[in-house]
T-cell receptor, first 113, second 110 residues
């Protein structure tokens, strides 16, 4: 089954404790991205990757890091989480950059206290 | 900064009624997509429109891309409880990046 998986689905952590949210796709897609979703603000892109070893900042990259060492995986790293990073996070992938369908993971709800 | 404004933000109607959701911008988009998101899940693509004036139908859902490719609408005929969800529009800019609307939360009451 074609899918994007994310782990964990739920995470409660404390300020400053480094964490990683994993994302994996099995569709051999070139393009992957991370979004955060907050009430009334819609989806805001954090980082994106057009292919292996190619990553770039989205609209709200501060406080986040990513890496793309393999085509299928695109982890999101919060080196020192803060309460304003409490949000619902989605990983997405598509065939390549362009007017192609974005396939979204199920989301990770992160709470930073 | 490009913006994509969706209206209404929230809509609650009875089963069987018709409704229209709007997505407006001052910017021109090369294409526009509509997604539906259900609680606890990621958005799922409904349609992509590419040509100005294009109309696409998906059962009871009708999507239209404005002639100038700055706006779009989603019309649902005879809404059903299964249509409940968050509807998101996303326009593709000249750099092939998606600009997202904030969403319309739709509730269809039986």
């Amino acid at each position: 089954e074609a899918q994007v998986t994310q782990n964990p689905r739920y995470l409660i952590t404390v300020t400053g404790k480094k964490l990683t949210v994993t994302c994996s796709q099995n569709m051999n897609h070139e393009y992957m991205s991370w979004y955060r979703q907050d009430p009334g603000l819609g989806l805001r892109q954090i980082y994106y990757s057009m292919n292996v070893e190619v990553t770039d900042k989205g609209d709200v990259p501060e406080g986040y890091k990513v890496s793309r060492k393999e085509k299928r995986n695109f982890p999101l790293i919060l080196e020192s989480p803060s309460p304003n990073q409490t949000s619902l996070y989605f990983c997405a992938s598509s065939f390549r950059l362009g007017p192609y369908e974005q396939y979204f993971g199920p989301g990770t709800r992160l709470t930073v206290t | 900064t490009q913006l994509l404004e969706q209206s209404p933000q929230f809509l609650s109607i009875q089963e069987g009624e018709n409704l229209t959701v709007y997505c407006n911008s001052s910017s021109v988009f090369s294409s526009l997509q509509w997604y539906r998101q259900e609680p606890g899940e990621g958005p799922v693509l409904l349609v992509t429109v590419v040509t100005g004036g294009e109309v696409k139908k998906l059962k009871r859902l009708t999507f239209q891309f404005g002639d100038a490719r700055k706006d779009s609408s989603l019309h649902i005929t005879a809404a059903q409880p299964g249509d409940t969800g968050l509807y998101l529009c996303a326009g593709m800019d000249s750099n092939y990046q998606l600009i997202w609307g904030a969403g319309t939360k739709l509730i269809i009451k039986p």
